[in-house]
Nanobody, 117 residues
Framework: QVQLVESGGGLVQAGGSLRLSCAAS????????MGWYRQAPGEQRELVAT???????NYAHSVEGRFTISRDNAKNTVYLQMNNLKPEDTAVYYC???????????WGQGTQVTVSS
């Protein structure tokens, strides 16, 4: 079994920065893709950014140029550096990891990010 624990959420003012971390633990040989998703109240969960084991990244249009996803494979950890935060970034942010050989997805419990205007 695999567990994902997010950290780094909090309250910041518009224009500020925040860095989220997600550490995976448990029975892990390797991790394929890791990513961040978010869900605002009353809305569907949406993709924020993903990164493959080899470092290829993908971003939602709304965050591209402001957010940067990275990972440390030795630590089984993925990060999300969020700059120039906007009130519309307010949401619960969830970490996701996909593990081989069956591409099984695992989710973290989420961390709250609140951006005040």
């Amino acid at each position: 079994q695999v567990q994902l624990v997010e950290s780094g959420g909090g309250l910041v003012q518009a224009g500020g920065s925040l860095r989220l971390s997600c550490a995976a633990s448990g029975n892990i040989f390797s991790i394929n893709t890791m990513g961040w998703y978010r869900q605002a109240p009353g809305e569907q969960r949406e993709l924020v950014a993903t990164i493959t084991r080899g470092g290829s990244t993908n971003y939602a249009h709304s965050v591209e140029g402001r957010f940067t996803i990275s990972r440390d494979n030795a630590k089984n950890t993925v990060y999300l550096q969020m700059n120039n935060l906007k009130p519309e970034d307010t949401a619960v942010y969830y970490c996701k990891a996909v593990l081989p050989p069956l591409y099984q997805p695992y989710w973290g419990q989420g961390t709250q990010v609140t951006v005040s205007s």
